[in-house]
């Protein structure tokens, strides 16, 4: 488990008759349970174990960091805690899917379609999501993607990153882990519905 309050929800959930990400109403309920949850973003890097932890982001997984982009002073805004889906990698950086640039409803609606991509059905440490720019670019299903787009630099990176499991993903989802700089939450989520509409 990331942290306390992950393995906290997932035995709530478990206790309660839900498998994590296997149906969509357990989806649904581990999604409504996060949303209600107070955590932080420093809290969740804080309690992760060494092993859920790594120097490098794999594409597929979801991974969770600090980040201090290099052109924040000409950015209108950005988030210094990323969750995202990496999507592809390169020498200097990687491109991901920050889910935190989607109001609630679209992200629920986003990670249902990734669920499509997964690479196996073991929901275990081996799994995770066949994505590439021009799937994701390809299928309107896809659509709400489109705001979430951002290339990072490895060298801003200023933690290291956290894994998500695979049975987290819908708790991780619905945590309130983003923090905006420059612009509140509902400007960006204006912007982003304004982008695939």
Not at 120 to 147: D, M
Not at 156 to 179: C, E, K, M, T, Y
Request: hydrophobic content about 35%.
């Amino acid at each position: 488990m990331v942290a306390y309050v992950f393995s906290k929800l997932i035995t709530r959930g478990r206790d309660a008759g839900y498998v994590p990400a296997q149906t969509t109403q357990a989806r649904t309920w581990f999604r409504e349970q996060a949303e209600a949850t107070n955590v932080t973003p420093s809290r969740v890097i804080n309690q992760s174990s060494e092993s859920s932890t790594s120097s490098i982001s794999i594409p597929g997984n979801m991974v969770l960091f600090n980040y201090d982009p290099k052109t924040k002073a000409s950015l209108p805004y950005y988030d210094r805690f990323p969750l995202i889906f990496v999507v592809e990698q390169n020498s200097r950086g990687f491109l991901g899917i920050n889910l935190h640039y989607l109001p609630l409803n679209y992200r629920a609606i986003l990670m249902d379609n990734l669920y499509e991509l997964l690479n196996n059905k073991n929901y275990n440490e081996s799994t995770r999501l066949r994505l590439s720019y021009e799937v994701l670019k390809s299928a309107s299903k896809f659509r709400y993607a489109k705001p979430c787009f951002k290339q990072y630099l490895n060298e801003r990176v200023r933690s290291r990153f956290i894994n998500i499991d695979v049975n987290q993903w819908d708790v991780a989802l619905f945590l309130p882990l983003q923090r905006f700089v420059k612009a509140n939450k509902t400007r960006i989520y204006r912007e982003s519905v304004r982008k695939f509409q």
